[in-house]
């Protein structure tokens, strides 16, 4: 099925590290989302993005849609270990389906 | 707790079997999305409802059927199961078809 490039596929860092993560498409999304799953856990949703070049910020998350459209950014500052699981992206498209397709998603690990 | 409720939370069954999930959305969400997780992939969009009617349709089987009901809850129903069905089967629902969805814990299927 169709999916979104997010990268990196997976991150171990130290606990106190920033975080960076994208999710790019070849088309061009009206909305983009952010999520955090756990291991047998439901996408529970961190940011979601409107507007393009839209800044958006979650604590020490902050997201921003890509001014062209075709991606989008997170960022997790001074990272905890409870940060630790899988990020997904999803953009929902301007074909006029509605439907939202997830990033391949970014497995991050912190270490204490 | 996102308010979307799904039952059950896991289901063993066996191949040839057939199965209903369902979903209960957020109370003033229109909108339902079905999407499948296969053990450590991303998320694959099912189908999504919106007020009663399909709107969108992804990778779904043929053996795979859903519809939204008058109160608005879902069933997706998959016949004739494959051992490779087994995954991670989540709902999640929105006010409107372009606003922010929220996941439900998901169902567990598993097909011996």
């Known amino acids: 099925g169709q999916q979104l490039n997010q990268s990196p596929q997976s991150m171990f860092i130290q606990e106190g590290e920033d975080v960076s993560m994208n999710c790019t498409s070849s088309?061009?999304?009206?909305?983009w989302l952010w999520y955090k799953q756990d291991p047998g856990e439901g996408p529970v949703l961190l940011i979601a993005?409107?507007?393009?070049?839209e800044l958006t910020s979650n604590g020490r998350l902050t997201a921003q849609f890509g001014i062209t459209r075709k991606d989008s950014f997170l960022n997790i500052s001074a990272s905890i270990p409870s940060d630790v699981g899988i990020y997904f992206c999803a953009g929902q498209s301007t074909s006029g389906t509605y439907k939202y397709i997830f990033g391949t998603g970014t497995r991050l690990k912190v270490l204490a | 707790d996102s308010g979307v409720t799904q039952t059950p939370k896991h289901l063993i069954t066996a191949t040839g079997q057939r199965v209903t999930l369902r979903c209960s959305p957020r109370s003033g969400d229109l909108s339902v999305y079905w999407y499948q997780q296969s053990l450590d992939q991303g998320l694959q969009f099912l189908i999504q409802y919106y007020n009663g009617e399909e709107r969108a349709k992804g990778n779904i089987l043929e053996r795979f059927s859903a519809q939204q009901f008058p109160d608005l809850h879902s069933e997706l129903n998959l016949s004739s199961l494959e051992l490779g069905d087994s995954a991670l089967y989540f709902c999640?629902?929105?006010?409107?078809?372009?606003?922010?969805?929220?996941f439900g814990q998901g169902t567990r299927l598993t097909v011996v």
């Open positions: 999640a629902s929105s006010v409107n078809m372009n606003t922010e969805a929220f």
């Open positions: 993005l409107y507007k393009a070049g």
């Open positions: 088309s061009i999304f009206n909305t």
